[in-house]
Every structure is written in structure tokens, then in C-alpha cells.
């Protein structure tokens, strides 16, 4: 048996590998020009590329929806503040493709249709978080605090947490995205995402599920106050055979799929 493993890991590789790669691009999801969608007033979820990407709206205070709030095509990069939330900073989804998915929140949540290795997917900032963090805002404790403080010396971040979860809803880790990085040494090295960024998402391993969460320094009232947006495009992935899912357990063993990152 010992012998027969490395071929029969090698025909189940091959197999997972002959898989054809499906990606998020949301250019399927029809717009007219300068808009979005869905224009979500209760829990609802919609789909691009065989992902269905989660939204949630409070029913208690009848407001506030979170998670993939819209697809999005505008391209008008001087709107900054609310409504006009559903902008990515680049004016364009990434190469530039026409349309974008914009999420707010802790939660947001893409669910894939069978168990599913991961190969990356491009995030950017949007409009109103782009400029909270070069411009600063009245919800921070400091009234219209900048990333980096007076002296740019401040080392603040925003950190979008992508989590894994496997087919039991456990986490099989997380991959951090920096939306904006100022604890550099050398401050010229400050930056905010003005730009689609590529994110190899493929240490994630064999996935059911992506959980979307923020970390940050900017607070207010002891909440993180830079708002929480984030734009993501071109959400790509390889469906695993059925073949690769039966052995799925080995393969972990083995080191050949990942099931957890520190």
C-alpha cells in the first residue's frame, strides 16, 4: 500500500489539477450604466461565477445593510461619503473590467457551491475608506484623525481578514489583505490601496466558504471607526473532483492540501 500511494496521490493531483479554474468576475450580473445592485431591503444573497456572495439588512432598525452589500459598475471616483458607498477607488473593477463587489462589515460571506481550492481573488478600498483614512472623519476619537497621526509617525493599519471555512464551518485559516499599512519604519513606504492588489488565497486549502473581517488602530467610542468597505474582483477558484474530496483527509496528512495556516 505503501508503495501504491505517491501513484494514486499523483492520478488524484492530476485530476484535481486537469479541474477547470471558475472565477467571480460579476461581469455576468447585468447593470445599467453608473449603477449597482441588488438594492437588498431584507437578508438576501446573489451570485456571479457559482459563488453566491451573502447581504444582511437589520430588521430590528429597519437600516443597515452589511456583508456583499452590491455589485457595483460606477466609476466616479470624487464621491466620497455616504450614499455613495458602493464606488472602488480605481473607478474600474480590476484590469479594467467594468464591474466590482463591494462588502461592509464583520461577516461578509461567499459560499461556494461544493468544497473548493482556492487561487486568489483582487481587493481594493472604496471611495469613503480611501478617504477616512487620507482625510480623516468626525466618527474617529480624534475628530478628522489621518492614518499615521500629526507626525505620520503613528503606525495604523486596515486589515481585511479573509478566513477559510471547510465544510463544517471551521476555519482552515486566514490571509491577511493590508487596505492601508503605515507601520513602516520609513514612512515613504505609507501606503492606502488606490489599486486592484492580487491576493494568493490558495494557503486557505480546501474551502466551503470565505468569512470576511476587519482589524484596525482608528477607533471611536471603542469601535474601529475606519469604515469598513472593501471592493473585490475576479474571484478565482478550481472545484475539487470527487475523486480529490474522498481523499481529501490523506492529503491533509500528507501536507498536499492545506487544512489550517498559523
Same mark, same amino acid.
Given at each position: 500500500m505503501?508503495?501504491?500511494?505517491?501513484?494514486?496521490?499523483?492520478?488524484?493531483?492530476? $485530476?484535481?489539477n @486537469?479541474? +477547470?479554474? !471558475?472565477?467571480? *468576475?460579476?461581469e455576468?450580473?447585468?447593470?445599467?450604466?453608473?449603477?449597482s /445592485?441588488?438594492?437588498f431591503?431584507?437578508?438576501?444573497?446573489?451570485?456571479?461565477?457559482?459563488?453566491?456572495?451573502?447581504?444582511?439588512?437589520?430588521?430590528?432598525?429597519?437600516?443597515c445593510?452589511?456583508?456583499?452589500?452590491?455589485y457595483?459598475?460606477?466609476?466616479d471616483?470624487?464621491k466620497?461619503?455616504?450614499?455613495?458607498d458602493n464606488?472602488a477607488?480605481?473607478?474600474?473593477?480590476?484590469?479594467?473590467?467594468?464591474?466590482?463587489?463591494?462588502?461592509?462589515?464583520?461577516?461578509?460571506r461567499?459560499?461556494?457551491? $461544493?468544497?473548493? @481550492?482556492? +487561487?486568489? !481573488?483582487?481587493? *481594493?478600498?472604496?471611495?469613503?475608506t480611501?478617504d477616512?483614512?487620507l482625510? /480623516?472623519?468626525?466618527?474617529?476619537?480624534?475628530?478628522g484623525?489621518?492614518?499615521g497621526?500629526?507626525?505620520?509617525n503613528?503606525?495604523?493599519?486596515?486589515?481585511?481578514?479573509?478566513t477559510?471555512?471547510?465544510?463544517?464551518?471551521?476555519?482552515t485559516?486566514?490571509i491577511?489583505?493590508?487596505?492601508?499599512?503605515?507601520?513602516?519604519a520609513?514612512?515613504?513606504?505609507?501606503?492606502?490601496?488606490?489599486?486592484?492588489m492580487?491576493?494568493d488565497?490558495s494557503?486557505?486549502?480546501?474551502?466551503?466558504?470565505?468569512?470576511? $473581517?476587519?482589524?484596525?488602530?482608528?477607533?471611536?467610542g471603542g469601535?474601529?471607526?475606519?469604515p469598513?468597505?472593501?471592493?473585490?474582483?475576479?474571484?478565482?477558484?478550481?472545484?475539487l473532483?470527487?475523486?480529490?474530496?474522498?481523499?481529501?483527509p490523506?492529503?491533509?496528512?500528507?501536507?498536499?492540501v492545506?487544512?489550517?495556516?498559523?
Open positions: 505503501k508503495k501504491m500511494m505517491p501513484i494514486l496521490l499523483t492520478g488524484l493531483m492530476t $485530476s484535481a @486537469a479541474a +477547470i479554474a !471558475a472565477t467571480a *468576475t460579476f455576468d450580473l447585468p447593470l445599467a450604466p453608473e449603477s /445592485g441588488p438594492g431591503t431584507a437578508d438576501g444573497y446573489w451570485s456571479s461565477g457559482g459563488v453566491s456572495f451573502f447581504a444582511d439588512w437589520n430588521e430590528t432598525y429597519n437600516c445593510l452589511s456583508g456583499f452589500m452590491y457595483s459598475n460606477r466609476t471616483t470624487s466620497v461619503a455616504f450614499p455613495d464606488i477607488t480605481p473607478g474600474s473593477g480590476a484590469d479594467g473590467s467594468a464591474t466590482y463587489a463591494i462588502a461592509f462589515g464583520d461577516g461578509a461567499a459560499v461556494f457551491a $461544493s468544497p473548493t @481550492a482556492l +487561487i486568489g !481573488a483582487q481587493f *481594493t478600498t472604496t471611495t469613503i480611501h477616512a483614512i482625510n /480623516g472623519h468626525s466618527f474617529a476619537d480624534i475628530d484623525y489621518v492614518f497621526g500629526a507626525d505620520g503613528a503606525e495604523d493599519f486596515l486589515r481585511l481578514n479573509v477559510g471555512l471547510d465544510a463544517d464551518n471551521n476555519p485559516g486566514t491577511p489583505v493590508y487596505l492601508a499599512d503605515y507601520r513602516f520609513d514612512n515613504s513606504l505609507d501606503y492606502v490601496l488606490d489599486d486592484w492580487f491576493v488565497l494557503a486557505l486549502g480546501v474551502v466551503s466558504a470565505l468569512e470576511f $473581517s476587519f482589524t484596525g488602530t482608528v477607533f471611536g469601535f474601529l471607526s475606519t469598513a468597505y472593501f471592493a473585490m474582483d475576479n474571484l478565482s477558484t478550481v472545484p473532483p470527487a475523486s480529490v474530496l474522498l481523499f481529501a490523506a492529503l491533509a496528512g500528507l501536507g498536499l492545506r487544512r489550517r495556516t498559523a
